[in-house]
Every structure is written in C-alpha cells, then in structure tokens.
C-alpha cells in the first residue's frame, strides 16, 4: 500500500523562503577575523562558511592577512612580520556562532511504514578564540562547543601553531585537537560548504565505523608555496593522530590500545578560484563484532582512504565542484574467519551559482558504490538542493533553505533505507 505524501513541502517552502530573503538587514554582528582587519566576510569566503583562495592562504599563514601586493622576485616579507602592526584587541580574537533551524522529515525502511517528523532545532553554538600572536610565528585556534543539536558542551578544537619562512614560503608546525579533514583541502574536499551539512560522501562511515569526520589529537607539519600576487598557490600537509575508539569516537588519550594514523594531502590552487586536491589516509583502530552476544569479538582492521577533488569557479558565478573518495578497509565476519574487505567507490559533483555576492543556489549529489566480503555492490545516493542568502552586509548573517533526498543501503545485510528531508536555518557569527 502506498504511503501518502506530506503536504507540507509544497504549500511551505515558497512562503518561508520568501520570508527568508526579505527579512531587514542588521546593522552590526561581525566575525571576529573580519573585525580585525576591518573586512567584509567576502574577504576569505564566497559565503561564510565556504573559504575562497585568500582564505585558504590566510589559514596556512597563521591567521594572518597575506600581502595584498606581493611580487615572489622582490622582498617578501617574513610571516612573523605580517599583520605586526595590528594590536592585540580581545574582542577581535572571539568569536560566537549560533545556528538554529525548522526541518521536516520523512523516513522509510525496508518493510516499514514512513515516518514523518517536523521540528525546530538548536543546531549550534560555539564560542571561538583564535588568532596570531603579534610580531611572532605563533597563532591558536580554539573552539568550545555549548551545544550541538541538544548535546551537552564540549571542546572540539585546541590548536596551537607556528608558521615561519616569508607570505611566498612558508612552513608551519601544529598540534592539539584538530579536524583531520574538515577544514582542509580546496572547496571541493572541504567540510564547509554552502549547505547545512557536508557532502555525504566525505561524511559517510563505514561499517568499522571510521569516518573521516573526527577531531583527535595530532601533530601537523606543512608547507605552502604561492606565486606572485598569489595566482597560484601550492601546499601539502602530512598529520600524526591518535585515531578512533570502536564505536567511532576519538580516541584523545594515549592507551595500551592506541594507534598512529597518516593523513596526507597536497592542495594545488589557480586561476580566479579554481584547485585541486589529493589526499590519503592510513590507519588502524579496534573493532568489536557482535558485540554483547555470545559470538563477540575484537580485531583491528587497516583502513585506507584515497581522494581525488577539484572545483573552479567561471566568471565569478558558477562553481563546479566534482571529486572521488576510494574507501578499503579490512573485514572480520567470525573469530575464525580470514580478513576480507570493505570497499567503496563514491563520487561527489555539485553546482554553485552566485546570483549576487552573498546570494547563491546550490545542486549537489552524491554516490557510493559499496561491496562487502565480496558481495555485490550496494549503492547509495543522496541529492540535494538548496538557497544560501547573507541579511548583511558583511556576510556574517545567513538564512539557508534545503531539500534533499537519499537512498541507504546498508553493506552488510542489504537493507534499504529512504529519507526526505527539508530544512530551513538561520546561521549568526558574531
């Protein structure tokens, strides 16, 4: 029997995203980095929280300004020398960001009825310390998270680096708590992005439950090369972290059980906006099989990552984002069983046009093919669309509306499950 269709989305979405885009602009709420240096959010991002080149160069230095003016075949000036003009101020090294939003969903397993649920959410909010000690190679980078959909707080980032050489050639080292993926690579590969939730390509976890979406502790080392005026820009990045718990938490302590895990990636930025990116992750981590039955078990599997991502943007409008994640982990169905695999070929391809600086519609959809133990191949796919709108000036207010759909099919026993979801958000960064 077919299961009815709600009729919110048709007779909702068009009022409230009206309502979205006509809602008064705000005088004031600015980040704490545009603050700072007295710029609009546009300066680093297309639109908060999506970073641009100069963003990108920004974060490699050490949350300093690169040279507006730099010619890589006169003097360049030292990183510690950057910015040393700009004092100390507390209020431009914190920053709050807060995000709430209405969503409605439905979902449908395999054999069940469809279940549809609205709701209001408190998504997030955090409180954020960052910046660049003055006249110094230092910086840091902190963020508190009060709450996160509900969650009680909890600190998801504590970083603490230093960055030499000069604004062409620079070198950094750093350790803490720190996103293994999430802020790195171009746009392509990164976390933040136009929507409110990353690709699920870059999110998806296998069934040892490793994701690249984590924040362990870690020691960092990098280098970028830029050209001259930053035309093109060049980096690479090698992290040491501690890895995952068996359920997929991080592991932030060291342990009898504790694993080292190699991230790499190496960035290639050019043209108006355009980059590229590869990266590779290689590690282990504990694995408990049927846990809390009689044929319970533990093994540690290895698991391997490779990535493949590019984006540009045409004209300052259109933004064409594609990219292809290889996922191979090690696989234990019994105690007495041989290590067979997990593997997943996934594809990710999206669409950003800039109506306007600050107003933007999106297209994205996202793929993997997934076999297990030799099994046929179980896909997954998931698209979404969407609006991203700043109410300022500055950029640091955005309203966003979402719709998306996706198909799971779990790899183990083949079980699918289909999901709509519709999502209004209002996202504030002062």
């Known amino acids: 029997m077919a299961h009815p269709r709600s009729t919110f989305w048709p007779t909702a979405i068009a009022p409230l995203l009206l309502l979205l885009l006509m809602i008064p602009r705000p005088a004031q709420a600015v980040p704490a980095f545009a603050r700072k240096f007295g710029v609009k959010c546009y300066t680093c991002h297309t639109i908060p929280p999506a970073l641009n080149k100069n963003g990108y160069t920004f974060k490699r230095l050490g949350y300093r300004m690169p040279p507006e003016e730099m010619d890589a075949s006169r003097s360049v000036p030292k990183v510690k020398d950057l910015d040393k003009a700009i004092r100390f101020n507390v209020m431009n090294s914190l920053a709050v960001v807060g995000q709430g939003s209405f969503s409605q969903e439905r979902t449908q397993g395999e054999g069940a009825a469809a279940v549809a649920h609205s709701k209001f959410n408190l998504d997030e909010v955090a409180v954020f310390a960052a910046g660049a000690v003055p006249a110094s190679g230092f910086s840091y980078f902190t963020q508190l998270d009060l709450s996160q959909d509900g969650g009680t707080p909890f600190l998801e980032q504590a970083v603490f680096s230093y960055t030499a050489g000069r604004a062409n050639r620079s070198y950094f080292v750093k ?110 981590k504990d694995q408990l099989q049927n846990q809390g039955e009689s044929g319970g078990f533990t093994f540690r599997p290895t698991l391997r990552r490779y990535g493949l991502f590019a984006n540009y943007l045409f004209f300052d409008k259109l933004d064409l984002l594609g990219g292809y994640l290889r996922s191979d982990d090690d696989w234990q169905a019994a105690p007495a069983a041989r290590l067979t695999r997990f593997t997943s070929d996934g594809f990710r391809a999206e669409a950003d046009y800039y109506i306007q600086r600050g107003f933007a519609v999106m297209a994205r959809y996202d793929r993997m093919n997934q076999t297990l133990a030799g099994a046929p191949a179980q896909p997954t796919a998931a698209w979404n669309l969407g609006v991203s709108k700043a109410l300022t000036a500055r950029g640091n207010v955005l309203a966003r509306a979402s719709y998306g759909r996706d198909r799971l099919q779990d790899p183990e026993d083949g079980a699918v499950t289909t999901s709509r979801l519709f999502k209004l958000d209002l996202r504030l960064m002062w």
């Open 175 to 284: 350790a803490g708590q720190m996103h293994v993926q999430e802020g790195e690579g171009t746009r392509a590969a990164m976390f933040y992005n136009l929507f409110p939730e990353p690709a699920p390509l870059l999110t998806a976890s296998s069934p040892v439950n490793f994701s690249l979406d984590q924040h362990p502790l870690a020691v960092a080392a990098g280098y970028t090369w830029a050209s001259s005026y930053f035309k093109r820009v060049f980096a690479i990045t090698a992290k040491v972290n501690n890895g995952l718990r068996p359920d997929g938490s991080e592991l932030l302590y060291h342990s009898a059980r504790n694993t080292t895990n190699l991230w790499l990636d190496a960035d290639y930025w050019f043209g108006p906006d355009g980059g590229v990116t590869f990266m590779t992750y290689y590690g282990k």
